[in-house]
Structure formats: C-alpha cells, structure tokens
C-alpha cells in the first residue's frame, strides 16, 4: 500500500471521528427535548440563576465527571464573563434530570471536601444577589 493510500485511510478514521457528536451537543440537544441524553427519562424544567464570572474548576470538580455522569444536574446556568450590551438576565429554563441528581450525590458522598465546597457555591446562589 501506499503512503498516499495510507495517508487518505487515516484522513477517512479522523474524519469519521470527528462526525460523532461531542458531550456538548448531546448536552443542548437534551436541553431541546427535555429528556436526559444519559440516563434516558423526562427532565422537570426549572427557573434558575445565571452565574457570571469564571467558575474555577476546583469549585465543581472536573467538568469531564460532570458531563459524563450527570450533566443534567445542576440548577445553574453559566453566564460568561463579559455582559454584551449591559444586557443580562437573572435567571434562565434548564430541564434538570432528577437521576443526574441522585448521581451527583453519590458521587459527592464519595469526595466530601467537593461536597463541601458545592455546598458553599450554592450557599451563595440562595443569596439576594440571586433571587
Ligand atoms: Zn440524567
């Protein structure tokens, strides 16, 4: 064979790759239909506060757990770092998934330090800043 047949195999298995959708777009297609891409069962839409700001990783534990496991769980919506226009909003719909739920609480009873510091974060989403 080739290096060019070689060449163009390789460029047909990356291309192939790249076709399958990524954990974000299983995400927001989720969030259309209401129904949790991974465990499969209706989401209850919810009012929920806008975060702004950089959220540091350390706060939430690795985002990859999160949007493997349970990427419906939790009961805020990033807002970004720059507010466009002066134009924001306080709160935003998000279909939470009740099984994402109960598996971010395993997975919290399983690293109590992280419990502890979500705990703090929604601590502050309950304050009047977030009403
Ligand atoms: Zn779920």
Redesign the pocket.
Known sequence: MTRISLLLILMIVVSCATLRDPPMSEFAR?QTMGI??????K?KRKSVPVVYGLIHGNVLGPMEVRLNR????QEWVGGGCVIRNGKYHVKQWLYV?????K?EQEWLNENPELAKSIKRFKEMLSTPYYP
């Open positions: 989720a949790c891409h991974v465990h499969h069962v989401m349970f990427p419906h769980a998934c009740p099984e994402c739920q598996a």
